[in-house]
């Protein structure tokens, strides 16, 4: 973010400087007029800090100069010690944003006004790349709010004059503009299809009726906002924003969620999935079996020597070796499988719908291939290997089968490690 600073003590400049820079802002600083036109001229700023006196005359010259111009957009926060209500609403209309009082000014203050910038400029930049839908009978409407769009720097917009053509066509848009009255098919009516479709989008109604009942109804038909025509440009963008950012927010926590749910059932340090996650695949994976009368396979491997590499390399190679492993696993098994870590360099490795003998040529190529990887970021000359126990569901309880697989893995040790024991 670029921040220009119009202020006449070189001492403040230096404070707010300081702030910004932590902040890995950049920051010009100016005490004119004349020099603040510079600046603005050659840098495309996105903030302006300023005093309420400068050098050279009032920061209300450089606001009504810049009125029409490119600049008109960027918004100001003044840092003025005095609190007279009537210059504040004077310097509001000019297009202050926010005033910061001088005597309590600090750079906490400072940061907490650029972050919500920054979030601000976040919405913009969401709000540019959202697709809208806008179903209005009339043209004329259709057009205007198209423009206003336009002007917002958002063109994925789609007008229909029907809504039975955009519920014919299939698409799904973040947000729709819906007439609350059309011909064929009710405001109403539409907007309960498309939240259902939805549940997620932004539904805002336009509307000639400013009738409490209609719009109680259209709120409850699923609307997040009414707007009444003729409506007020600003304002209307402004409730664009409101609801888009609910919707932002909506999929934020949902992002989140998701992640947590990844967490809950991966491993931190392998990907693969965890103990818990895996054991709960191979209990899912017999009931269906049970029911099904389908083959299942199980293999439990552990990595051969492995505390040797950790005691040779380190730790973090060793966790390397981990990783690789996984990864080897993960990117050949096939689409129906799964793989797990069972705890520390054991894995579970769960092959669906294969009966034993198809199981044990899976796992011999793993075996080998496994076997024939190059560590070349830890050491050229590092071979590895993993044992396994592999076994075929014999109908029955996970602990037995789990016990049988342990049992052939300690065979496998026993009969010179690198080998699938079954
Ligand atoms: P064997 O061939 O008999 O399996 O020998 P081994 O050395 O592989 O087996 P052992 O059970 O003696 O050692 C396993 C080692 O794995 C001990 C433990 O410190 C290490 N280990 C367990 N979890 C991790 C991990 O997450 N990262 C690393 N680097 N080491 C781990
Ligand atoms: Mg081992
Ligand atoms: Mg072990």
Wanted: glycine share 6%; charged share 30%.
């Amino acid at each position: 973010m670029r921040i220009l600073h119009l202020e006449t003590s070189s001492f403040f400049r230096k404070v707010v400087q300081k702030g910004t820079d932590l902040q890995q802002e950049e920051y010009f600083g100016c005490e004119s007029i004349q020099e603040a036109k510079k600046i603005l001229d050659t840098k495309a700023i996105d903030l302006i800090l300023t005093a309420q006196e400068i050098t050279d005359g009032r920061i209300e010259d450089l606001l009504k100069e810049t009125a029409d111009s490119a600049c008109k957009d960027i918004p100001i926060i003044m840092v003025s010690s005095s609190d007279d209500m009537e210059l504040r609403k004077r310097y509001f209309e000019l297009g202050v944003i926010d005033f910061i009082s001088k005597d309590n000014f600090s750079v906490e203050k400072l940061r907490e006004e650029i972050d919500a910038m920054k979030k601000h400029d976040d919405l913009t930049r969401e709000l540019r790349k959202a697709s809208i839908a806008i179903i209005d009978d009339s043209q004329f409407i259709l057009k205007v709010v198209h423009n206003i769009l336009s002007l917002q720097e958002i063109h994925d917009v789609d007008l229909y004059r029907d809504p039975r053509d955009l519920l014919d066509s299939g698409k799904s848009y973040d947000i729709y503009m819906v007439d609350m009255f059309m011909p064929g098919m009710s405001g109403k009516q539409l907007t309960m299809t498309l939240r259902n479709d939805n549940p997620m989008a932004v539904i805002i109604i336009i509307s000639s009726m400013g009738k409490d009942s209609t719009i109680l109804q259209a709120l409850e038909a699923g609307a997040d906002d009414y707007i009444l025509k003729p409506f007020n440009v600003d304002l209307l963008t402004a409730r664009i924003r409101s609801s888009f950012r609910n919707l932002m927010v909506m999929k934020e926590l949902e992002e989140r969620r998701r992640e947590m749910e990844y967490q809950a059932v991966t491993d931190v340090l392998t990907g693969a999935s965890n103990r818990r996650s895996i054991l709960q695949k191979l209990e899912d994976e017999i009931r269906l079996s049970e029911e099904t009368g389908r083959p299942l396979s199980a293999l439990l491997l552990d990595v051969d020597k492995f505390k040797a590499v950790n005691d040779t390399y380190g730790h973090p190679d060793g966790d390397i070796v981990l990783q690789r492993l996984s990864r080897f696993f993960l990117d050949n098994c096939r689409e129906k499988d799964f793989f797990g870590r069972y705890g520390g360099e054991e894995f579970l490795y769960i092959m669906t719908d294969t009966p034993l003998e198809e199981a044990e040529g899976i796992c011999e190529k793993l075996r080998s291939g496994f076997h024939s990887l190059s560590f070349g970021e830890i050491d050229p000359k590092l071979v590895m290997s993993f044992s396994g126990g592999l076994a075929q569901w014999e109908k029955e309880d996970l602990d037995t089968l789990l016990s049988e697989i342990d049992n052939l893995l300690y065979d496998a040790k026993q009969g010179g490690r690198n080998r699938i024991q079954s």
